[in-house]
Structure formats: C-alpha cells, structure tokens
C-alpha cells in the first residue's frame, strides 16, 4: 500500500480493483486542521475520471502493474501478438488497447507492455517511427518554407498532414504520441 | 521561476511590507521581534515544529507576543518568519511569513474592521485591485461557521464535532464555494476543538470566539479573542498532547513560562495571523507560494 507521503502527479494507484494513473495532486491543510491530499486520477482501462481527497493516516492501494519489454511480431486479426525477446513468451494485445498505435507498428518494433494482473492494458512504442509516404498530391516545386501542410497517406492507410514539399516515396519520421509529422528522413 | 523573473513581485513585495509597517505605526501598534527558535513550540493538533538542536523553531509567535501582553505591552505586532513541518504545496512552504498582532482590550470583532481598514491600506498602495477577483474594498461577507455548514455540508460542527468530516467538508465543499466571493469573507464562531488558544462565546459554549479571513477561497487570516483563563489554557495543551501521543506524533513540553504569564494575568485582548505570502500571491495572481518568495528551497 501506499501511504499519502508517496503520492504523486503520474503515480499509478489502485482503486476498487481499478488500476488508475493520478493526474493531478495538490497539498492543502487548513490553518487549524488537518493535512490533506487531494487527488484527480484517470482510469487506465476506461478512461473515466475520479476525484478523492485522502487524510494523512489513509492507505492507497497499489496496483498490481508489471511492464515488460517486448517486441513486436505480427497481427493476428483483432490483435497483434509480441514476444518477450529472453524467454519467447508471446503475448496478444487486443485492438482497442493498441488503438492508433497499430499504424505505426514494424515488426521487431521494440515496445514496453504494461500488464494490470497479468492483462496488458496499455503499450508504449519508441517515440519516432520511420514509415514511406505511399500517397499523396504533389507539392510546389521549390516550396520548402511555407507552414502550409497537405494531407498524405501512409502504407497503412493512415493519414497525416506534411509539408508541401513532401512527395510519394518520401521517408518520414512521425512522432507515435501525436501521430504527427516531424521531419523528413530522406527522399523517395 | 528564476530569481531575475521574480525581480518584479519581489519589489512589491516590499512595498507592500512597508505599506503594512507603516499602517500599525499609525495606529500606535510597537513593533517586536520574538525568539525564531524556541525552548518548546505551542502544542497544536495538527500544527508540527521543526526541530532545531535542543529546540524548535517556532510555528507561531503567539505565546510570546502573550507574553509580552501579559507583561503591559499592549498593541504590538511581528512580521517575521514561521516554520511548520511537512507543509508543502502551492500554498504552503516550510517557511512562510506572518504578520501577527496584538490588540489589549480589543475584540476578535474590532479586528474585523481593522482587518478591512489594513486590506483597503494595501489595496491603496498596490493599485487598488480587484486582485485575483477580489474587490479588497468591499466590506467583507460574515458567515458563521454553523451557517455554513449546515447549508452547504448538511451537517452541524458545533452539536457533534466530527473532526475528520468538518477538515474535509471545509476543504471540498465550503471553501469552494467561498472562492466565488468577489470580496473578503470573513468565517467566524468555529468550533472549540480547533481554536485551542482562543476563549469560547458565552453565550455559545460550544464556539470558540475566533474567526477566519477569505480571500479568493484561500485561508489568508485567523483572529481570536484570547484565552486568558491560565487553568483552562493548560488542560487544553494536556489534551492536545494526549491526542498527539496516540496518533503517534511528537509531544512538545508544556510552555511553562507562557503559562506562568498566563497565571499571573493577561489583560482581555484580541490577536489575529495573517499570511503575507498569500496575500501577495492574491496581489500578484500567483499560483504558487514560491513565486512571491526570493528563495524556497527549503
């Protein structure tokens, strides 16, 4: 358990059988009372949020989380299967945890699993991911300063706005936390 | 926020204090200086001093500016440091500065208006405001902490005080409400078990004659009439000690001297603590005590 001393902004916590990411703490005492902690935090698995201030005396669970590094091996229809490298274990991670992170994902794709009671709940890729423009219009020739963007697609379908400048071919970095363009790795 | 950032703030910082300085020389208040580190600190529930060698710094300079009323002199004020253990937020640091003053033959009500009458003083100096959306020349609010609570927690402190439901309702329900407040609120009658300095109402056994300023929601002030009743002031610090033991904190000798003081006689007076970090958080608009601060590494 934890006691309120641990608390933080980030601390993942436990909460009726609910794994839970505190996503705002703040210290408040009145002049004569008693010192409290109160606490915004976010349900990993569903998203919903929760408010609950805690006394100093109180405990708070801690949530039975394990994250391993693992990569990634193929799709397996609604999933997508990885594999911890030292003891060949595979794991199948449902569509709806990946979410968008499915576009940017290359096999042998070194990822961090988080596992709450032996179910991966969340997965966090390398920040950059290298994919090819596969289409998009063709851009003003000697356009390279403006901030005007275009939409382009990657292989998988997935759609990203990048400079005019870009053309097919093109090999880009994308940032996996934003889904967004970050620069240009080197011409089609 | 680095130093050079806070150039600003820190000047009117000090405008402020001189503003503050020169309002209690007007109205014939002596400034004193009490000890910072103290032979044992006021026992208080949940107030915990930090330890310097064989002694404490103070959390307060309540017992010894008492003192010093006990001993004839009678409008006096301070504004120096204070220090409490474990308090650290945005508005909290372990070291903050208070201004604490005096008043023999005041009320705890007298101080409400002369509360009013320093906040317009440093309005007037810094502008005029509103400061963080409070006029600080609108005659402030009064509530009584029953009302409060009966109204917006459901529930009345003063028939059975319920300590952890009225910290936790104070803090989620009632301040919240009393942020909306365009000018100074002013709480007043709280309940005997957290006013352990203060005399009780007469005519109110259970209430303690002690009010609280407001501003923006935040906890600037707190003022009482006080105890003078030396037998009374001892079994509260025994009590307050006996709870401190079984809750496993530190139990600070009884301040013999404050006490003796008190035995010997302390003409009736009102006191009041006000936080000026705070206030010049609400001057400024800071968010965080360590903006309107040079330094808060400690």
């Not at chain 1, 961090?112 to 969340?122: A, R």
């Not at chain 2, 910290?167 to 919240?176: I, N, R």
């Not at chain 2, 033991?245 to 603590?273: N, S």
């Amino acid at each position: 358990m934890y006691s309120t001393s641990d608390l933080r902004k980030g601390l993942k916590i436990e909460i009726d059988g609910q794994p839970y990411v505190i996503t705002d703490f703040q210290f408040v005492k009145p002049g004569k009372g008693q010192a409290l902690y109160r606490c915004k935090m976010k349900n990993i698995l569903t998203g919903t949020g929760l408010e609950r201030t805690y006394r100093s005396t109180e405990k708070v669970g801690k949530p039975d989380l394990m994250q391993k590094d693992m990569s990634y091996s193929y799709p397996d229809g609604d999933h997508f299967v990885f594999m911890d490298d030292t003891t060949f274990e595979q794991v199948t991670v449902d569509v709806d945890v990946i979410g968008d992170l499915k576009y940017f994902l290359i096999e042998e794709m070194p990822c961090k699993v988080l596992f709450f009671n032996d179910t991966p709940i969340d997965v966090e890729l390398p920040v950059f991911v290298e994919k090819t423009i596969t289409e998009t219009e063709p851009g003003a020739r000697g356009d390279t300063a403006t901030n005007v963007m275009k939409p382009a697609k990657i292989d998988n379908g997935f759609e990203i706005q990048v400079p005019l400048f870009i053309n097919e071919g093109d090999l880009v970095r994308i940032d996996t936390r934003t889904g967004e363009y970050t620069d240009r790795v080197n011409k089609g | 926020m680095n130093l050079r950032d806070k150039k600003q703030t820190l000047q009117l910082r000090a405008r402020v204090m001189a503003v503050v300085r020169a309002f209690f020389v007007a109205r014939d208040y002596v400034e004193v200086e009490t000890p910072l580190r103290v032979k044992t600190p006021a026992m208080e529930d949940h107030i915990h001093a930090e330890v310097s060698g064989d002694h404490w710094l103070r959390t307060s300079p309540e017992l010894h500016m008492k003192r010093m009323v006990c001993a004839g002199f009678e409008k006096i004020f301070q504004i120096g440091p204070c220090f409490r253990q474990g308090e650290r937020g945005h508005l909290h640091l372990p070291e903050y500065t208070m201004l604490e003053w005096y008043w023999t033959g005041g009320t705890s009500e007298g101080l409400i208006w002369e509360t009013r009458d320093l906040l317009h003083a440093v309005a007037g100096a810094v502008g005029g405001g509103p400061f963080t959306g409070v006029d600080f020349y609108a005659e402030p609010t009064i509530y009584t902490v029953q009302e409060l609570f009966v109204s917006l927690a459901g529930w009345d402190p003063l028939v059975e005080f319920d300590a952890d439901r009225f910290d936790l309702d104070l803090v989620e329900k009632v301040e919240p409400v009393l942020a909306k407040e365009q000018g100074p609120v002013v709480i007043k009658d709280f309940p005997g078990e957290r006013s352990a300095l203060a005399r009780m109402r007469p005519e109110h056994p259970q209430a303690a004659d002690r009010w609280e300023l407001y501003l923006g929601g935040v906890e600037v002030a707190n003022a009482y009439t006080e105890l003078t009743d030396a037998v009374e002031q001892r079994k509260r610090f025994e009590a307050c000690g006996k709870n401190r033991r079984e809750r496993g904190q530190e139990v600070y000798p009884l301040d013999e001297a404050f006490l003796l003081a008190l035995e010997a006689g302390m003409p009736d007076c009102a006191g009041i603590a006000l936080g000026m970090d705070r206030l010049l958080m609400l001057i400024t608009g800071a968010e965080h005590l360590s903006e309107v601060v040079a330094f808060s590494e400690g």
